[in-house]
């Protein structure tokens, strides 16, 4: 079974600076996946990855096939973007079964 | 076009009482997942559907039953509560072209 780890468990920065989450798993995958969980509990879905990078507005992913590994950036951060960060990997089945990190918490100071 | 929904947000239930958790997807998507969330670990996987009238089990299945009778409903049954079971529940439906699944809201649920 895919471990997938987050670091940090939790993160607080003053607005506007810059912030890495990263996240590494122990078995080869077809996609990756970030999403969002807002303070209200609400899930969202971020960005999808197999390979490369991708930019969403302030939010960019990352990912590293080779050394199992992706992160997560936000530019110019605002206390908006507190949350937490899910990663989830799709273990390459038919289903798209998720296995998911256990979260980022990212609290941005005004 | 809600989305996913689920229902109830809320629920207080004895141990040892059943209920059934509802959930419902106007995407028309043919994968459905139920998860459970509880604190310091990740999304766990209970059951999944690929299709009406298919259900498989998830990673944490005990004590937990699904039916899929219709495409856009996708019921989570309890069927004697346990407070191990004491949770938030996230249903999410998938669309495979983007491979992006869509939350519910969540139930929270509390077993006394």
């Known amino acids: 079974k895919n471990e997938v780890e987050q670091s940090p468990q939790n993160l607080t920065a003053q607005e506007g600076e810059f912030i890495t989450i990263n996240c590494s798993y122990s078995?080869?995958?077809?996609?990756l996946h970030w999403l969002q969980q807002h303070p209200g509990g609400g899930i969202v879905s971020l960005f999808m990855?197999?390979?490369g990078k991708k930019k969403h507005g302030r939010l960019i992913a990352t990912i590293n096939i080779q050394e199992k590994h992706s992160s997560l950036h936000i530019t110019a951060s605002h206390p908006r973007d507190s949350a937490v960060y899910i990663c989830?990997?799709?273990?390459?089945?038919?289903?798209?079964?998720?296995?998911f990190g256990k979260g980022t918490k990212l609290s941005v100071k005004p | 076009n809600a989305g996913v929904t689920q229902t109830p947000k809320f629920r207080v239930l004895k141990t040892g009482q059943s209920m059934t958790l509802l959930c419902a997807q106007d995407?028309?998507?043919?994968?459905m997942y139920w998860y459970r969330q509880d604190p310091g670990m990740g999304l766990r996987l209970i059951h999944y559907?690929?299709?009406?009238?298919?259900?498989a089990k998830g990673e944490v299945p005990d004590g937990y039953n699904v039916s899929r009778l219709k495409k856009q409903n996708f019921l989570l049954g309890l069927e004697s509560a346990a407070p191990s079971q004491t949770s938030v529940y996230f249903c999410?439906?998938?669309?495979?072209?983007?491979?992006?699944?869509?939350f519910g809201p969540g139930t929270r649920l509390t077993v006394l």
């Open positions: 078995v080869g995958i077809s996609a």
């Open positions: 999410a439906a998938r669309e495979p072209s983007t491979d992006t699944q869509y």
């Open positions: 989830a990997v799709t273990d390459g089945g038919s289903q798209g079964n998720l296995i």
């Open positions: 995407m028309n998507h043919e994968y």
């Open positions: 559907s690929v299709g009406e009238g298919t259900t």
């Open positions: 990855l197999s390979s």
